[in-house]
């Protein structure tokens, strides 16, 4: 946190557990903190304090209140403080900072206890995340989609479907 401190960034530190956030808030002064007892308003208040701030600031959050639906672009710097069980819940707090409009490289940094449930739990979601990639995104449909797009058998299919429910011809 000292070199992010001396180089000014701005850091938003996330976890699921309360107490997690309640022992970094006393230990680091952050701006505030956003979990779910915190109203809309008040956590867009708490984001335009970080942006607000010259040179360094600490958000903590919530992951699954400061997680989702939130741009936290005047930040650069994310920590997790411990690996969740929905590899998208984590994807989804990263892009809080991530955002368009973000100018700065953003730096992300997993924080992993050894011989702990961290390690088993890392392993599994790097499974989990195998598996998605294998079936999801190198699908058969995803291949035969691409393939129609390329000779142009989906728009002949839609004109078709135009046609045929009487809309005349094709949008283009």
């Known amino acids: 946190m000292a070199d992010y401190r001396q180089s000014g960034e701005k850091v938003v530190v996330f976890s699921f557990f ?37 040179g360094h600031a600490l958000l903590l959050a919530q992951i699954d209140a400061g997680g989702v639906g939130l741009n936290i672009q005047a930040a650069s710097v994310v920590v997790l403080m411990e690996p969740q069980w929905k590899p998208s819940t984590e994807n989804q707090a990263i892009a809080r900072v ?18 702990s449930i961290d390690e088993r739990l890392t392993d599994v979601l790097r499974k989990k995340q195998e598996i998605f990639d294998d079936h999801v995104r190198d699908s058969s449909v995803k291949a035969a989609s691409e393939e129609a797009v390329a000779t142009g058998l989906a728009a002949r299919l839609i004109e078709e479907e135009v046609r045929r429910v009487g809309g005349g011809s094709s949008p283009r």
């Not at 991530?98 to 011989?115: D, F, K």
């Open 18 to 54: 309360h107490s997690v956030l309640e022992g970094i808030e006393k230990s680091f002064h952050p701006v505030g903190r956003i979990d779910g007892s915190i109203a809309s308003e008040a956590r867009l208040a708490l984001i335009a304090k970080l942006a607000d701030v010259e």
């Open 98 to 115: 991530y955002r368009m409009g973000q100018t700065r490289r953003v730096i992300v940094h997993r924080l992993l206890a050894r011989e």
